[in-house]
């Protein structure tokens, strides 16, 4: 299996355009998460589907953020407008949710706003 | 979840055993022990888990008290290629959307 596939790897994107990341899991994997990275606030859980539905969007950062899963096999999560606070690595993790929930992350996509 | 105490940094020197604690004193009967690694630029890495029995695995070695209050992850040989954050994570299984990934320990191995 080729892993979780992220792209774009890179993105840079100028304040207020759409930005989307594309996130395909491991075959079979019925749990996604999305995951945002940096310095400051470390590693947080942004979203995560089971089964293509999502269970849990508390960690969304406001309404700027949207996530969907639309089949098993992709996700995208949309910042619509993107700021500068929002440049960060963006990792998505699938899993299986029984019997043991081991995620395997993505390479995860670097994205700049400036 | 129980949350996870882990010392910031630690230092290893290549080719010795490399141990790395966490407390978790507020563990649940439930709750696994998950550790994680992140090599720089890269996503997060299972590595080993555990509910109360120790564990081994081609990576590392899990070690949890009787208690379960607390655990050791233990890199038997580490190279410089083990260099990285390391994350412990406790939570019940099927419940990887309610726990965190706190501030985990850097593990520098030097030559």
């Known amino acids: 299996d080729a892993g979780v596939i992220q792209s774009p790897r890179h993105e840079v994107t100028e304040m207020g355009q759409e930005v989307t990341l594309r996130c395909k899991p491991i075959?079979?994997?019925?749990?996604l998460f999305w995951y945002r990275q940096t310095m400051m606030r470390g590693l947080e859980l942004l979203i995560y589907f089971n089964n293509n539905v999502p269970i849990d969007d508390s960690g969304m950062p406001e309404d700027r953020f949207s996530a969907k899963m639309p089949n098993a096999s992709f996700s995208t999560l949309k910042i619509q407008p993107s700021e500068p606070r929002d440049s960060a690595v963006y990792f998505c993790?699938?899993?299986?949710?029984?019997?043991?929930?081991?995620?395997?992350f993505g390479p995860g996509t670097r994205l700049l706003v400036l | 979840d129980a949350k996870t105490t882990q010392p910031t940094s630690m230092d290893c020197a290549e080719g010795r055993a490399a141990n790395l604690p966490c407390n978790h004193s507020t563990i649940s009967g439930n709750e696994y022990v998950y550790w994680y690694r992140q090599i720089h630029s890269q996503g997060p890495q299972y590595i080993i888990h555990?509910?109360?029995n120790n564990e081994t695995n081609e990576m590392a070695s899990l070690i949890i008290t009787e208690d379960r209050k607390s655990s050791t992850l233990i890199l038997p040989h580490a190279t410089l290629r083990d260099t990285a954050v390391y994350y412990c994570?406790?939570?019940?299984?099927?419940?990887?959307?309610?726990?965190?990934f706190g501030d985990g320990t850097t593990l520098t191995v030097k030559p």
């Open positions: 075959s079979g994997h019925n749990s």
């Open positions: 994570i406790v939570r019940v299984n099927g419940n990887a959307g309610k726990s965190t």
């Open positions: 993790a699938s899993s299986f949710r029984e019997p043991r929930e081991t995620q395997y």
């Open positions: 555990g509910l109360k």
